[in-house]
């Protein structure tokens, strides 16, 4: 792929759709739609996440993924899985064309000269060329250097596009502020028990930045896969709880990407593009709404003392 079409991208726009298709590697592919980032580049609009999946199980459950039909692939620097990723990308005979890996950088990284260094490291780890879509992992360090650093690498033709993680609407607009290119994708905690709809809005307004969910099942907190509301829903279209927090998601025009190691689970995490939620739906589910993190404040010193202080080999 040259520098040019990397930049544009390609994918399946239009339509909420779901079908079966044969890739050109042959592979029967889970069609999903496609979300256009600020740079034209398209992005799947729900991926698959490798957060906490142990390096030594990491390839398998990948492999399944893929075989599933995901053709979104997230993991990080600071998830020490990188090449587990890579060996299953590499294995699977599915086209670099057809795929979109993501991949962060983590704090003790950040600047200028460093975050190239990083970036290496990281394509290494996975056996790529290209990224599809490069983040900051936290708004901590000095990001403002890599920005500057990622810009460049995107201008290379080395990124399609570059985003961040876990920004506050304050950091972000900031840093769209003082540079050429605005994040196409802050990923950041995202569910129905913090749902982000101002932070959302502040992205669509400073750059269309398209947000990105992580933790869309808050891991189960505050019981979510037996809240009423969601079991009551669930049951008038015949679906799980996560496959309705999903479909909430992407009817909001969030980017998700859930985990799973259990095949079963990837299959159904799949299937939510045959079934739409009502608006008094929506509505119910907006009421579950706490306006807080159900893990940690990304702004409370101590945690930001924490986080800076982690290293990653």
């Not at 950040?110 to 790529?128: C, I, N």
């Not at 979510?224 to 025009?253: K, M, Y």
Request: aromatic share 8%; glycine share 10%.
């Amino acid at each position: 792929m040259t520098a040019a079409a990397r930049q544009g991208g390609s994918g399946i726009t239009g339509e909420d759709r779901h079908c079966l298709l044969h890739g050109k590697s042959g592979f029967l592919v889970v069609v999903t739609p496609h979300i256009t980032l600020n740079n034209g580049v398209q992005m799947p609009v729900l991926g698959f996440g490798v957060f906490q999946v142990p390096a030594e199980q990491t390839e398998q459950v990948v492999t399944d993924a893929l075989a599933a039909g995901y053709r979104s692939i997230d993991t990080a620097a600071s998830y020490g899985n990188e090449e587990a990723v890579g060996r299953a990308i590499a294995d699977s005979g599915i086209p670099r064309d057809e795929l979109f890996v993501t991949t962060k950088m983590w704090i003790q990284h950040t600047g200028e000269d460093t975050a190239k260094r990083e970036f290496d490291r990281s394509l290494r780890r996975l056996g790529l060329d290209y990224l599809d879509l490069y983040l900051i992992h936290q708004p901590m360090g000095d990001y403002y250097s890599s920005w500057r650093a990622m810009q460049k690498l995107h201008r290379e033709g080395l990124i399609r596009a570059i985003g961040v993680s876990n920004f506050y609407p304050d950091r972000l607009v900031d840093l769209i502020e003082h540079n050429d290119v605005a994040p196409a994708v802050n990923q950041v905690e995202t569910h129905p028990f913090f749902q982000r709809r101002a932070d959302q809005e502040v992205m669509r307004e400073h750059g269309g930045v398209r947000i990105e969910s992580w933790g869309p099942f808050a891991e189960g907190r505050n019981d979510l896969f037996t809240n009423p509301a969601l079991v009551e829903i669930g049951g008038a279209h015949g679906r799980s709880v996560a496959q309705v927090v999903l479909r909430w998601l992407i009817q909001r025009d969030v980017i998700v990407i859930p985990k799973s190691v259990r095949q079963e689970r990837m299959a159904e995490n799949l299937d939510v593009f045959d079934f739409e939620l009502t608006d008094d739906e929506m509505s119910r589910i907006a009421g579950l709404d706490t306006g807080a993190s159900a893990f940690f404040d990304h702004r409370d010193p101590a945690m930001v003392k924490w986080l800076g202080g982690r290293r990653v080999d």
